[in-house]
């Protein structure tokens, strides 16, 4: 009897191994391709300034909208958006007391845009 219940436990015990050693095969398989899914992403940089159109001095604040997704200016009036897909946007820059700035990028590349907003 003992050695019938010593046997059990041997058997459960590598069955138990053995299926945690699938299991962790089939994730790293997923994990694999999850990681090459994304390695074919490609995104650009899109980067500038935003400035006052009559004295030319930066303005800091300033809202840069791009698919809906708000980004703002920093205290020198530069902007940094690091993950833009290639293709058309359209760019909205908007500041209190001045008029809404509007464009239309076609990104194929980096690009720098140099904004000049009209107060009110």
């Known amino acids: 009897m003992r050695t019938l219940l ?3 436990c041997a058997l ?3 069955v138990s191994a ?3 050693t699938d299991r962790k095969s089939e994730n790293k398989n997923k994990e694999t391709t999850s990681v090459n899914s994304v390695e074919n992403v490609k995104v650009l ?5 935003v400035v006052d159109d009559k ?3 930066t303005l ?3 809202a840069i909208i791009v698919d809906g997704k708000k980004y703002y200016s920093d205290l020198d009036g530069q902007f940094t958006i690091t993950d833009v897909n290639p293709g058309k946007h359209e760019v909205k820059v908007e500041l209190i007391s001045y008029e809404p700035y509007v464009i239309e990028i076609d990104l194929t590349k980096n690009q720098k845009l140099n904004v ?3 107060q009110k």
Do not use: D, H, P, R
């Open 6 to 8: 010593m046997f059990a």
């Open 12 to 14: 459960l015990i590598s």
């Open 18 to 20: 053995f299926a945690s």
């Open 45 to 49: 940089q899109l980067t500038g300034s």
């Open 55 to 57: 004295n030319k001095e």
């Open 60 to 62: 800091a604040g300033a």
């Open 116 to 118: 000049s907003l009209l």
